[in-house]
């Protein structure tokens, strides 16, 4: 990417911040196809919910089909802790198994706006000669805004890919979530979307982002819980739905213990 390209997209991404009119924001998040708390592929800032005095833990597991024959198994377990700390570790299981381990710090938090630092280290074809190794860092803005006159809860992401052959090493990203249809799903339901050049993983099953872009699209049932201190959330994502290869679906599920 050329520096002005770079120097267009931070001005772009500090205008949407400077100007964005701040709403209620939606109360959950949404854990991304690599069990990190996000959207559909990209992190927000806002670590999965826990509090000073106890922790939370989360089990999940997504599956992917990217078209035609693909599919991926993505199990991933995820701990909050002291409200601002979250670590999780997922598998995606295709021809072969990567491990992905996500930390995630939020430094700042400020009324409705959040700033986040993450890493993601990452393991892959295990049990084959020679591994691949790969890392993405990045800092994550959310706060509340709007979005289609919705109130949202909007991420900003800017980062940075270790892996070779890469087309640019520089990521960026935006996501959105939104309640779909309020009235009829009564605020448990709510729309996700997200785009830009980097995806969950350097070399993922599905949402490949070979070519530096993608666009993702989702919906989530909230956590309703269903047993004391337990809570269950569901969701179903459309990826890479702009792209003219890589096109695929996604459902997955999870299952959270906060004491």
């Known amino acids: 990417m050329k520096i002005e390209g770079r120097w267009t997209i931070c001005t772009i991404l500090l205008l949407i911040i400077m100007t964005a009119s701040l709403f209620a924001t939606t109360g959950e998040g949404s854990a991304t196809l690599g069990g990190v708390n996000g959207y559909v592929v990209l992190p927000s800032a806002i670590p999965v919910k826990s509090t000073q005095e106890s922790a939370s833990i989360t089990t999940g597991y997504n599956a992917v089909l ?31 198994a990567d491990l992905l381990l996500n930390a995630k710090w939020r ?16 393991m892959h074809d295990i049990g084959k000669d020679p591994l691949l190794f790969a890392a993405q860092t990045y800092i994550a803005t959310s706060f509340s805004s709007n979005f289609i006159d919705l109130p949202s809860k909007t991420t900003i992401l800017i980062g940075y890919t270790v892996k070779d052959n890469m087309n640019t090493d520089i990521d960026f990203g ?29 070399y993922p099953g599905a949402g490949k982002a070979e070519n530096r872009g993608m666009l993702n699209v989702g919906m989530k049932l909230l956590p309703i819980e269903f047993m004391k201190s337990t809570f269950i959330a569901a969701d179903f994502r459309l990826i890479d739905i702009l792209d003219h290869e890589g096109r695929g679906v996604s459902a997955g599920v999870s299952i959270t213990f906060r004491p």
Do not use: C, R
Request: avoid cysteine; glycine fraction near 8%.
């Open 174 to 202: 935006m996501g959105f979530q939104a309640p779909l249809w309020e009235k009829v799903f009564k605020g448990k339901v709510d729309f996700l979307i997200d785009f830009g050049n980097v995806s969950y993983s350097a």
């Open 66 to 96: 990217e078209f035609p024959l693909t599919f991926s198994h993505i199990p991933y377990i995820q701990f909050g802790f002291k409200e601002d700390f979250e670590v999780s570790l997922a598998v995606d299981i295709a021809e072969s």
């Open 107 to 122: 430094f700042i938090e400020k009324e409705t706006t959040s700033i986040t630092f993450g890493v993601n280290g990452q």
